[in-house]
């Protein structure tokens, strides 16, 4: 059916573009906050940031911006200079927050595997909103896309390899009930991720 000008979906303002980047490194920060108190990990290039920050001591959020500083050249051929500027404030964003967040938050109790749901809803909607104002939290996501565009070779499947390597490491460094809750976490945000992320439901940009 043709579209009518009223029918024409409205792009995202500036400001709707701010609060979304706000909002999503602002949730991605307290999933990453939730996530590190438990001790578990997760997938893509947040996982190695964690890892990396467990084996050696470092904090994150420097940890998590500089692994994501290789990326942004094959973000910006792949996807332009406006994703990879709004990438690379939210992936800063979420860098600062995860350092000042454990300042203000603490959990007094929380299960291991209710905490990794709780990371797998927060951090699927904190990278919706990312997704929906043009960006990401950088990484593995952007090489999967440029090497299936390059080679024909699914991004799934490069993220899902990614994974497998970074829940293998993390066998290294944590236990393997750990690292199954994790696991559980890692599930319910591809979930979340592959129910609502479709073009054909949401249409603004």
Do not use: C, E
């Not at 893509?44 to 911006?65: N, R």
């Not at 860098?95 to 951090?123: D, K």
């Amino acid at each position: 059916m043709t579209q009518t000008p009223s029918d024409t979906p409205a792009r995202h303002s500036l400001l709707d573009d701010a609060q979304g980047l706000v909002y999503g490194a602002t949730m991605a920060a307290f999933a990453i906050t939730m996530l590190t108190h438990l001790g578990l990990v997760t997938g893509q290039t947040a996982g190695l940031a964690v890892l990396i920050s467990y084996a050696t001591g470092w904090a994150f959020g420097p940890v998590f911006f500089a692994v994501n500083l290789p990326f942004y050249w094959i973000g910006y051929r792949r996807f332009g200079a406006a994703f990879v500027l709004k990438t690379f404030l939210a992936v800063a964003g979420l860098s600062i927050m995860a350092q000042v967040l454990p300042h203000y938050i603490s959990f007094a109790s929380l299960h291991p595997a209710l905490g990794a749901v709780l990371v797998g809803f927060i951090s699927g909607s904190a990278l919706l909103a990312l997704f929906r104002h043009g960006a990401s939290l950088g990484g593995v996501g952007i090489v999967a896309l440029w090497l299936q565009d390059k080679t024909g070779f699914r991004a799934g499947w490069t993220q899902l390899l990614f994974d497998l390597v970074v829940f293998a490491l993390a066998l290294t460094l944590r236990d393997a009930v750990t690292v199954a809750w994790s696991a559980l976490g890692a599930l319910v945000l591809n979930l979340v991720i592959g129910m609502n992320h479709r073009r054909d439901r949401y249409i603004a940009t």
